[in-house]
């Protein structure tokens, strides 16, 4: 029990340290809904919808700086995948993000940004689960794009 809660704070003050977003890619909006008025970009104010298994989790949605991201992608082995298609879908609707674990399934909350690409003669379309993700790169119909961008992105609700 010593070593988890060690191992949470250590990831708690590299993420207070070190995660900055200047730049929200939230499907959700920036603005608050029911006031009107601008809305926080960090903690709950940047939760986002996220596909788990067909099932949507929202989840929280901070990015760590470019060096505690490379640091993270140097040194921690058990980051998971956010994929995201950054072109979005037809009718300028949002692709909803696919996360590949929750709480229970292997989850820990520091997920790497793999993007997602529709090939040519693919028509854009949601995705639900990594598998599916996975099944449709081994078809060719997507590409995917390994980033080097890295996210603090807890499961907050499902």
């Known amino acids: 029990m010593k070593k988890i ?93 696919v996360i590949d674990a929750i709480p229970g399934d292997g989850m820990n909350p520091v997920w790497r940004e793999v993007q997602i690409v529709f090939n040519a003669n693919f028509i854009p379309h949601q995705l639900y689960s990594d598998n599916e993700v996975l099944a449709a790169a081994a078809s060719g119909e997507i590409t995917l794009n390994m980033t080097d961008e890295v996210y603090w992105c807890p499961v907050v609700h499902h």
């Open 5 to 97: 809660t060690t191992i949470i704070a250590a990831i708690t003050m590299l993420f207070a340290a070190s995660c900055s977003k200047t730049e929200m890619q939230s499907p959700v909006g920036a603005m608050n809904n029911t006031m009107g008025t601008p809305k926080s970009i960090h903690g709950i104010g940047s939760a986002i919808p996220a596909f788990y298994d067909s099932v949507m989790h929202t989840i929280i949605f901070e990015q760590f700086s470019a060096t505690a991201a490379a640091n993270l992608i140097a040194h921690n082995g058990s980051i998971n995948f956010i994929y995201q298609s950054d072109n979005g879908l037809p009718n300028n609707q949002p692709f909803i993000s």
